[in-house]
């Protein structure tokens, strides 16, 4: 069983740059994908970026591409979100989820084990 936490949410204005952080713990593993999906009040959650463990190969949504990054440290079992230039529409609570296959980064059926979530506030 793997266990996810975030960290790093917070508030800031726009224009700003916020990072997040995505602790795995429980069972190790070396393949899979993990994602970061977001929540805003009143919205879907929706996917925002997504990474396969292995390759280190990425996707991201369009709205966020160009100023987030996501990336990997498997040694840490730690993934992060690198947030620039955030505008007010990117307020949400963040998750990290994890898929234990390489399944379609975008679908949240895809992923089995999810965080908490952490809230990020961009204020205008």
């Known amino acids: 069983q793997v266990q996810l936490v975030e960290s790093g949410g917070g508030l800031v204005q726009a224009g700003g740059s916020l990072s997040l952080s995505c602790a795995a713990s429980?069972?190790?593993?070396?393949?899979?994908?993990m994602g970061w999906f977001r929540q805003a009040p009143g919205k879907e959650r929706e996917f925002v970026a997504g990474?396969?463990?292995?390759?280190?190969?990425?996707y991201s949504s369009n709205s966020v591409k160009g100023r987030f990054t996501i990336s990997r440290d498997s040694a840490k079992s730690t993934m992060y979100l690198q947030m620039n230039s955030l505008k007010p529409e990117d307020t949400a609570v963040y998750y990290c989820?994890?898929?234990?296959?390489?399944?379609?980064?975008?679908?949240?059926?895809?992923?089995?084990?999810w965080g908490q979530g952490t809230q990020v506030t961009v204020s205008s």
């Open positions: 989820a994890r898929a234990r296959t390489s399944g379609t980064f975008y679908l949240r059926s895809s992923y089995d084990t």
């Open positions: 429980g069972r190790t593993f070396s393949s899979g994908t």
């Open positions: 990474i396969r463990w292995d390759s280190g190969s990425t």
